[in-house]
């Protein structure tokens, strides 16, 4: 099971912080993501971290968001820096289960296979 938690409603440049805290399993050799899905629009691709620490971002949070892992604790956090309003969305963390110890992150949600509920960030202009 994952958990986030994390999100809100905050002001154009302010910053969030979102926590992904996995139960049941470890994921510690999984690569894992994060997504978001604005209304009316597809889950897309926001970062991803390899089960080593290597960090995929997608060019438009490039520079301000930052992906981190803590395998202890079985959680992935993802630093939100000078959010804008389009970053509002439902952000969702996944993980990549069939390829343990690979280095590879994917960026399409089909290659993931644990999901959580998601948490809602809403930046207001």
């Known amino acids: 099971r994952l958990a986030e938690s994390g999100g809100g409603l905050v002001q154009a440049g302010d910053s969030l912080r979102l926590s992904c805290a996995a139960s049941g399993r470890t994921f510690s050799r999984s690569a894992m993501g994060w997504f978001r899905q604005a209304p009316g629009q597809e889950r897309e691709f926001v970062t991803g971290?390899?089960?080593?620490?290597?960090?995929y971002y997608a060019d438009s949070v490039k520079g301000r968001f930052t992906i981190s892992r803590d395998n202890a604790k079985n959680t992935v956090y993802v630093q939100m820096n000078s959010l804008k309003p389009e970053d509002t969305g439902v952000y969702y963390c996944?993980?990549?289960?069939?390829?343990?110890?690979?280095?590879?992150?994917?960026?399409?949600?089909?290659?993931?296979?644990?999901w959580g509920q998601g948490t809602q960030v809403t930046v207001s202009s």
């Open positions: 971290i390899s089960w080593g620490g290597g960090a």
């Open positions: 996944a993980v990549d289960a069939r390829t343990p110890g690979s280095a590879t992150v994917h960026y399409t949600a089909t290659r993931y296979d644990y």
